[in-house]
C-alpha cells in the first residue's frame, strides 16, 4: 500500500536549523556590538511587554539591544578569562542569569543609570503578579470605573457586559437594563497573586497595576576594562 504523501518524517536536525542560526546571529552580533560600543550593560525587565521594549529601542537608536538566550549571550562575551571575547568580559557574564538581557551604548553609563532608575511605564496586570492595591467596586449601579470616579463624571457600564462580568465572578444582575451589585464586592486584595478572572476585571474597570521597568545590574566599561555592580554602587 503506498505511503500518504500527508504522513511525511520530520527530522529533527532540520527544525533545529532556524534556531542555530537564530543562535549565531545573536553571538555574532553581541561580539560585533562589544567592540563596537563603550559600554554594555546586564539589564533584567519587570512585567514584560514588547510595545514598550520596542520604544526603549527608539529612544536608545543609537545603541543595541539583546533579549535573548543567555547562554547564548555569555558564550559571546565568553564565561572564562580562557574565552572572553575582551579583557574581564567574562565577569559580566556572570551576570546573565534569569530573563536578562544586553544593552550595548556610547552614552555615558552615569547618563544611562538616571534615566533608567526614573523610567516606568504601568500597564494592566497580568494573571501571576501581585496585586498592587485592594480594589472593591461599591454596591449598586456598576459604573465603568469601578467606583473612582465620581458619579456625576462616570457612566454606567453597558448591560450587555452583565453575562461577561458573572462569568469573571462578580455577582452582578440586571435591573430595569442596568448591571447591579447587591454588596461591595472586591476584586482583589494588596499583595494577592491575581488569576485570569481578577486581572480581566482590573483591566475592565481601568485599574492599571502592572509597572514595565528595566532594571540595569551590572556594566563592563572598554575603556577601563573593568564590571561594575549597580547595586555595589546603590549602596
Known amino acids: 500500500m503506498p505511503r500518504s504523501k500527508r504522513a511525511k518524517v520530520v527530522h529533527l536536525s532540520k527544525t533545529d536549523k532556524k534556531g542555530k542560526e537564530l543562535n549565531e546571529k545573536v553571538h555574532a552580533g553581541v561580539q560585533e556590538a562589544a567592540n563596537s560600543f563603550a559600554s554594555v550593560f546586564v539589564f533584567s525587565v519587570e512585567n514584560m511587554r514588547n510595545s514598550y521594549l520596542k520604544e526603549v529601542r527608539a529612544e536608545f537608536s543609537d545603541s543595541r539591544i539583546f533579549f535573548?538566550?543567555?547562554?547564548?549571550?555569555?558564550?559571546?562575551?565568553?564565561?572564562?578569562?580562557?574565552d572572553e571575547h575582551l579583557p574581564n568580559l567574562s565577569i559580566l557574564s556572570k551576570h546573565l542569569v534569569g530573563?536578562?538581557?544586553?544593552?550595548?551604548?556610547?552614552?555615558?553609563?552615569k547618563d544611562v543609570l538616571e534615566h533608567f532608575s526614573s523610567w516606568s511605564q504601568t500597564d494592566f496586570a497580568r494573571a501571576g503578579i501581585a496585586a498592587t492595591q485592594t480594589?472593591?467596586?461599591?454596591?449598586?449601579?456598576?459604573?465603568?470605573?469601578?467606583?473612582e470616579l465620581p458619579i456625576e463624571d462616570d457612566v454606567p457600564l453597558p448591560h450587555s457586559l452583565e453575562v461577561t462580568l458573572r462569568k469573571w465572578g462578580m455577582p452582578t444582575k440586571l435591573v430595569k437594563g442596568k448591571i447591579i451589585l447587591d454588596g461591595p464586592y472586591t476584586i482583589c486584595k494588596e499583595g494577592e497573586?491575581?488569576?485570569s478572572h481578577q486581572a480581566a476585571l482590573l483591566k475592565q474597570f481601568g485599574v492599571a497595576m502592572a509597572d514595565f521597568k528595566i532594571d540595569l545590574k551590572a556594566y563592563y566599561s572598554a575603556a577601563?576594562?573593568?564590571?561594575?555592580?549597580?547595586?555595589?554602587?546603590?549602596?
Open 135 to 147: 480594589f472593591t467596586v461599591p454596591e449598586g449601579v456598576v459604573y465603568s470605573r469601578g467606583g
Open 68 to 82: 535573548g538566550k543567555t547562554k547564548v549571550m555569555a558564550k559571546a562575551l565568553g564565561t572564562t578569562p580562557a
Open 99 to 109: 530573563n536578562v538581557g544586553l544593552f550595548f551604548t556610547n552614552r555615558e553609563p
Open 224 to 235: 577601563s576594562e573593568s564590571v561594575t555592580e549597580v547595586d555595589a554602587m546603590e549602596e
Open 193 to 195: 497573586t491575581l488569576n
